[in-house]
């Protein structure tokens, strides 16, 4: 069996002693947070209900203040709401509110799904990219009383993307990177694909998350190994829980002399811990996420977190008959399929062409 494994202590070893402090205060935070939410469960009169929301969102606030004095001073962990202007934050929090929420199904679940990767890139490279612009010249349907054009300044991104490479850690996470790569190619003056890696990763999850192993099977992996130094390598993925599948990948890729130019992780939701393995584990990584949630639980589930996000987008594999990356694809069906259509076909010759 070719597979690597990474254990959850190699992962806690990172981290440092302030670290863990750190860790163990936001926990009793968030306990105190849980006791609020306890709390509101239990009130029926409309005015207890009223005081308890409202001690809930006093706890809420708390809890954001102090993560965001934490990342003050992790300059490798970007936080969308810690970052931009407060004009853009309410964008930002109905996009999470809506992807908590159980009630929202698997359409509405990609549609803002699609929508967090389009403000995440607009704040990893369109915004880094300012004030450079380049400008946009488009053939328009109207022709009279002549043929007219429209011109459009936008960022000036192709320094930023043209060497990359979506490196996807799979299931949950190759329709995100499917999003991001095609928000590249539409961003660049050439319509530059990016390059994909796919990896087959998964966290054992029959343990819990103090000692949880991260497996890397290379012989259900896809991807070319001296294609991948010197690039910057893009992971998408929508939650980052524990950090460990990327660190395991990582790790992996510079065991074996591979030197990426940088790693960027770009999630929808990322714990703090998780960010934090990440910034010690992986020298010079970079975490970019749209929200920080404060606390895993024993399964290494994110709090208040949003369920298993790639179950949310995928639909569940029967577990006597999981999909292949193909038949994953296959049943996107043909409206993702065609939108998404030269990640497709790049993903289809990684694959085919291995």
Same mark, same amino acid.
């Given at each position: 069996m070719n597979k690597i494994i990474l254990h959850a202590t190699d992962l806690d070893g990172y981290l440092k002693d302030s670290d863990k402090e750190t860790l163990a205060h936001v926990d009793a935070m968030y306990k105190e947070y849980l006791s609020h939410c306890q709390n509101l469960e239990a009130q029926?009169?409309?005015? @207890?209900?009223?005081?308890?929301?409202? @001690?809930?969102?006093d706890s809420a606030g708390e809890i954001g203040r102090h993560l965001k004095t934490i990342m003050a001073d992790e300059p490798n962990i970007h936080v969308y709401s810690f970052e931009t202007p407060r004009e853009q934050h309410a964008q930002a929090s109905r996009l999470i509110a809506k992807l908590r929420n159980p009630a929202t199904g698997h359409?509405?679940? #990609? +549609? +803002? %799904?699609?929508r967090a990767y389009e403000l995440l890139f607009g704040h990893v490279y369109a915004d880094a990219a300012l004030p450079a612009k380049r400008s946009i010249i488009t053939r328009t349907p109207v022709d009279q009383p002549q043929q007219n054009y429209a011109v459009h300044r936008i960022p000036d991104v192709d320094s930023q993307i043209h060497n990359s490479v979506m490196c996807v850690m799979l299931r949950g996470a190759l329709l995100p990177?499917?999003?991001?790569?095609?928000? %590249?190619?539409?961003?660049?003056?050439?319509?530059?694909?990016?390059?994909?890696?796919?990896?087959?990763? =998964?966290?054992?999850?029959?343990?819990?998350e103090a000692n949880m192993? +991260?497996?890397?099977?290379?012989? =259900?992996s896809y991807f070319n190994l001296e294609g991948l130094d010197g690039k910057d390598l893009?992971?998408?993925d929508p939650m980052n829980a524990t950090g460990g599948s990327l660190v395991t990948i990582v790790k992996y890729l510079k065991d074996n002399g591979i030197k990426p130019k940088s790693v960027k992780f770009?999630?929808?939701?990322? @714990?703090?811990?998780?960010?934090?393995?990440?910034?010690?584990a992986i020298e010079g990584a970079e975490v970019y996420t749209l929200w920080m949630d404060p606390v895993l639980n024993e399964a290494a589930y994110i709090l208040p977190g949003l369920g298993d996000?790639?179950?949310? #987008?995928?639909? =569940?594999?029967r577990e006597e008959n999981p999909r292949n990356i193909i038949q994953l694809i296959a049943d996107y069906g043909s409206a993702i399929t065609n939108l998404y259509r030269s990640q497709v076909r790049e993903i289809e010759k990684t694959v085919l062409e291995r």
């Open positions: 029926n009169d409309p005015a @207890a209900r009223l005081e308890a929301q409202q @001690a809930l969102s359409e509405e679940f #990609l +549609y +803002y %799904i699609q990177s499917m999003i991001l790569s095609k928000e %590249i190619q539409e961003y660049s003056s050439d319509g530059f694909v990016t390059p994909f890696a796919l990896f087959k990763i =998964k966290r054992d999850d029959s343990k819990k192993d +991260y497996i890397l099977d290379l012989d =259900k893009i992971f998408a770009i999630n929808v939701i990322s @714990a703090l811990k998780g960010s934090l393995r990440i910034a010690r996000a790639g179950d949310r #987008l995928n639909g =569940k594999d």
